[in-house]
């Protein structure tokens, strides 16, 4: 896998204000879904993490989201979430995530994630954090 992992959204009415422009809260939804698919593609599935023996469950959760909102996207435009790692650390990862139009970036973001067991900070199980960190 490449060090970059992309993947396409398409804006709908739901995601736009009154105007047909791309209301804020949209757009965390679609950095979500772009996190969500890098996992996919790294063979980590969230939906079986919180099954796991309860010894072993644990979560992500956004510890700390910077979000630069650039340029406006509208009803019907084709994005594209770009997500690349910054870090992979023993409880948490840095990601830099980009919403790009074409080539025109309209939103750049960097998000540290933390894993949480219980509530509480927890360290990366070891073949997670083997598959975060071999991911370049």
Known sequence: MSNSHSFPVRVYYEDTDFSGVVYHASYLRFLERGRTELLRTLDIHQGAISVKDPASRFGFAVRAMTIEFLKPARMDDLLTIETRKISVN????????????????????????????????????????????GWS
């Not at 025109?104 to 933390?114: F, G, K, P, Q, T």
Request: one cysteine or more; aromatic letters at 0%.
């Open 90 to 133: 023993g409880a948490s990862l840095e990601l830099q995530q980009k919403i790009l139009r074409g080539e025109e970036l309209l939103v750049s973001a960097e998000v540290r994630i933390a894993c949480v067991s219980d509530g509480r900070p927890a360290r990366l199980p070891a073949d997670i954090r083997d598959k975060l960190t």
